[in-house]
């Protein structure tokens, strides 16, 4: 079975003290993690080791970092590599994240290059994708995450697709007041893994982990991660709340 995956963004929020008191507070609540299920916490750059010892010792529970530089080194002022993420022993990063689409502008053709730091330095991405609520409502969403998908992801060989992790996000569907039903989630969820198994075949799309990043709650996180193609979620708000993140937590397969 394919990992199951809640995956906390704290995004730019919480000061060191009290993102430490999250971590100690979640892992005092959280259920057990068994074989195929993990928690992951992607945390502000300056809190990667903090909480990374915090969580040693705890099964299946693992930090990321919310970003890396497309290039390996030089004269990038405020960026940070892959080859300092592996330093310090980081197993995943996520990229191409909505916000930074958006507000950073990256590009299918900047992603593309983050993928590939990663990779070189056995970093496995969160590849994000999604569509915004124009695109939603004039039924281009299928194309235009293909797009997002082929064009940053899908040159990369079999065996180093064989268990990526997806986070299909719904732009139009975050902050928005419009909400995205299970059905929704589980129609896009299907469509990717269709693609991965048109480009990839049925055994590496079956491997692919996709997480639903349209504001999980603890409330939905069940209705939503029971669908055959939702492997979990790339959690924002609700990752903040410690009693929140665990319900989540205990809702994966």
């Known amino acids: 079975m394919r990992k199951q995956i809640a995956a906390a963004n704290w995004k730019m929020n919480l000061t060191l003290a009290e993102g430490e008191k999250l971590i100690k507070d979640i892992i005092s609540a959280a259920p057990e993690l068994g074989a195929g299920r993990e928690a992951v916490f992607a945390v502000p750059f300056p809190y990667l080791i903090n909480v990374g010892n915090l969580l040693k010792g705890v099964a299946n529970a693992h930090v990321a970092s919310q970003n890396l530089a497309a290039t390996n080194n030089g004269a990038f002022t405020g960026e940070v590599s892959g080859a300092m993420l592996q330093s310090i022993g980081m197993k995943y990063a996520v990229i191409g994240h909505s916000e930074r689409r958006e507000y950073y502008h990256e590009s299918n053709e900047i992603l593309t290059e983050k993928v590939n730091r990663a990779m070189e330095h056995n ?46 996000e719904p732009i139009w569907a975050i902050g928005t007041g419009k909400t995205a ?24 799309a079956g491997s692919v982990s996709i997480l639903y990043g349209g504001s999980v709650k603890a409330a939905n996180a069940k209705e939503i991660f029971s669908k055959p193609n939702v492997d979990g979620g790339l959690v924002g708000g609700a990752s903040l709340n410690a009693m929140e993140f665990c319900e989540i937590m205990k809702s994966l397969k």
């Open 181 to 204: 039903t299970s059905g929704q989630a589980e129609d896009m969820h299907l469509h990717i893994r269709s693609l991965i198994e048109n480009k990839y075949g049925a055994d590496v």
């Open 123 to 168: 970093i496995h991405p969160i590849f994000c994708c999604g569509e915004p609520l124009s695109i939603r409502e004039n039924g281009s969403q299928n194309t235009y995450v293909n797009s997002q998908l082929k064009e940053s992801i899908f040159h990369l060989e079999p065996q180093q697709m064989k268990g990526f992790v997806i986070a299909y």
